[in-house]
């Protein structure tokens, strides 16, 4: 199995930064894609950023320009540099991976975090 633990989040003023990190850990043989989703209150869980192990990002649109993802092949961590925060970013960000499990079968199949909380103040 693969297991992901986040860190970074926290409170901040609107226009404040925050970078959150995700890490990892198990019977990895591969990380095709590591993400970041989020949900808010009421609302369901959405793409924030993506990266793929060659290095090709996916943004969804309210966060282009704002927020820059990357990722440590190496050491199986990607982390998301969040700038210009707006009280409309507030939610539970989720770290995702699509990893290939190291087994005598290895297999596919996607990994999530326990989340952690970013909350924007106007």
């Known amino acids: 199995q693969v297991q992901l633990v986040e860190s970074g989040g926290g409170l901040v003023q609107a226009g404040g930064s925050l970078r959150l990190s995700c890490a990892a850990s198990g019977s990895i043989r591969s990380i095709h894609v590591m993400g970041w989703y989020r949900q808010a209150p009421g609302k369901q869980r959405e793409l924030v950023a993506a990266?793929?192990?060659?290095?090709?990002?996916n943004y969804t649109d309210s966060v282009k320009g704002r927020f820059t993802i990357s990722r440590d092949n190496a050491k199986n961590t990607v982390n998301l540099q969040m700038n210009s925060l707006k009280p409309e970013d507030t939610a539970v960000y989720y770290c995702?991976?699509?990893?290939?499990?190291?087994?005598?079968?290895?297999?596919?199949?996607?990994?999530w975090g326990q989340g952690t909380q970013v909350t924007v103040s106007s």
């Open positions: 990266i793929t192990s060659g290095g090709s990002t």
């Open positions: 995702n991976a699509l990893a290939v499990v190291a087994s005598y079968r290895p297999y596919e199949d996607d990994f």
